[in-house]
């Protein structure tokens, strides 16, 4: 597609121009090959995931409800970059108009901070489930689980709300080119030729504060869970009860691990460079939403049976 907006005297463009990954763009095909099958594993994983709660009334239970948000995230989180990314990757259409630009941001972090506070809720289930197990279904009643995820959506949509509106309002008159695969937030900012100081604090402001808190419920949680597991008489015990938690636990890791470091090489990492920090930033978006369909499949009974009884009852 033409640059011909990537000129030094123009004000706020009506498209900006995203490079994919700079410095690899001679490997976008082969790129493309991993990113799409990544993204269609993460289709078929939530979409069976939602698909087999919502058939099976055994798994009309707090933690599966919790699950099938994570996967309508994932599947959100996973939706807002790929199809944008892969038509840069097999056509070479790198436009993006300028308000779709802000859209593709609000929707990233967004659903990336509701996907941190599911963590978080999911803890909270599994230390309910765990430390007081017979007050379980009376603790985390269906309108308990409304509250817990509407306060989950509404924080990360009012948290995220300013990020594109202060981007709005900077003038961008230096280029429109966005050294990046999507829209993100200060790979954005950084075009604009004005004060970027209250975007990148407010930013990490809401990165930090998302981030810190929700490790620390977490953290604390599974304190409480560990208290609980090596109370247990026999280690048998221990090992079964601990299990019901490891799903959530590698859940976490994928999530949390690639993020954070794809946030600090990106606000301090200076000497690294740009096509690594763009493929981590790709990482942490897409690998969560492949992986975590298929760690609960392959780590939770109930899902395994019934994916099992699927499959062998359609072969009868």
Same mark, same amino acid.
């Given at each position: 597609?033409?640059?011909?907006n990537?000129?030094s005297?123009f004000?706020?463009?009506?498209?900006?121009?995203?490079?994919?990954?700079?410095?690899?763009?001679?490997?976008?095909?082969?790129?493309?090959?991993?990113?799409?099958?990544?993204?269609?594993?993460?289709?078929?994983?939530?979409?069976?995931?939602?698909?087999?709660?919502?058939?099976e009334?055994?798994?009309?239970?707090p933690?599966?409800?919790?699950?099938?948000?994570?996967?309508v995230?994932?599947?959100?989180?996973?939706?807002?970059?790929l199809p944008?990314?892969?038509?840069?990757?097999?056509?070479?259409y790198?436009?993006?108009?300028?308000?779709?630009?802000?859209?593709?941001?609000?929707?990233?972090?967004?659903?990336?901070a509701?996907? !941190?506070?599911?963590s978080?809720?999911?803890?909270?289930?599994?230390?309910?489930?765990?430390?007081?197990p017979?007050?379980?279904s009376?603790?985390?009643?269906n309108r308990?689980?409304a509250?817990i995820?509407?306060?989950?959506?509404?924080r990360?949509?009012?948290?995220?709300?300013p990020?594109?509106?202060?981007?709005?309002?900077?003038?961008?008159?230096?280029t429109n080119?966005i050294?990046?695969?999507?829209?993100e937030?200060?790979?954005?900012?950084?075009?604009?030729?004005a004060?970027i100081?209250?975007?990148?604090?407010?930013?990490?402001?809401?990165?930090?504060?998302?981030? !810190?808190?929700?490790l620390?419920f %977490?953290?604390?949680?599974?304190i409480?869970?560990?208290?609980?597991?090596?109370s247990?008489p026999?280690?048998?015990a221990?090992?079964k009860?601990?299990?019901t938690?490891s799903?959530?636990?590698?859940? %976490?890791?994928a999530?949390?691990?690639?993020s954070?470091?794809?946030?600090?090489?990106?606000?301090?990492?200076?000497?690294?460079?740009?096509?690594?920090?763009v493929?981590?930033a790709?990482?942490?978006?897409?690998?969560?939403p492949?992986?975590?369909?298929?760690?609960y499949?392959?780590?939770?009974?109930?899902?395994?049976d019934?994916?099992?009884?699927?499959f062998?009852h359609?072969?009868v």
């Open positions: 597609m033409s640059d011909t990537n000129t005297n004000t706020n463009p009506s498209t900006f121009i995203l490079l994919g990954i700079p410095g690899l763009e001679a490997a976008h095909v082969w790129i493309s090959i991993p990113f799409s099958t990544m993204y269609a594993i993460a289709l078929l994983g939530n979409f069976t995931i939602l698909f087999i709660v919502m058939t009334p055994s798994l009309h239970e933690m599966y409800y919790f699950l099938c948000m994570l996967a995230t994932d599947l959100v989180l996973s939706t807002s970059t944008k990314m892969l038509s840069i990757f097999w056509f070479n790198r436009e993006i108009n300028f308000n779709a630009c802000l859209t593709q941001m609000y929707f990233i972090h967004c659903f990336t509701v996907e !941190s506070g599911i978080v809720a999911m803890a909270f289930d599994r230390y309910v489930a765990i430390c007081d017979l007050r379980h009376t603790i985390l009643t308990v689980m509250n995820s509407t306060a989950v959506v509404l990360g949509g009012i948290l995220i709300i990020k594109p509106f202060l981007a709005r309002r900077l003038p961008y008159c230096r080119i050294a990046h695969s999507y829209c937030h200060m790979a954005v900012v950084k075009l604009a030729c004060d100081r209250i975007s990148s604090y407010y930013g990490l402001f809401v990165a930090f504060s998302v981030a !810190s808190l929700d620390f %977490i953290a604390v949680s599974y409480q869970i560990l208290r609980a597991i090596f247990l026999t280690k048998d221990r090992l009860t601990f299990r938690c799903s959530h636990l590698c859940v %976490i890791s999530s949390y691990i690639p954070l470091f794809s946030f600090l090489t990106h606000r301090f990492g200076q000497n690294v460079p740009l096509h690594f920090h493929l981590m790709n990482v942490y978006l897409l690998v969560p492949m992986l975590n369909p298929i760690i499949g392959v780590r939770t009974k109930q899902i395994r019934r994916l099992f009884y699927l062998s359609k072969e």
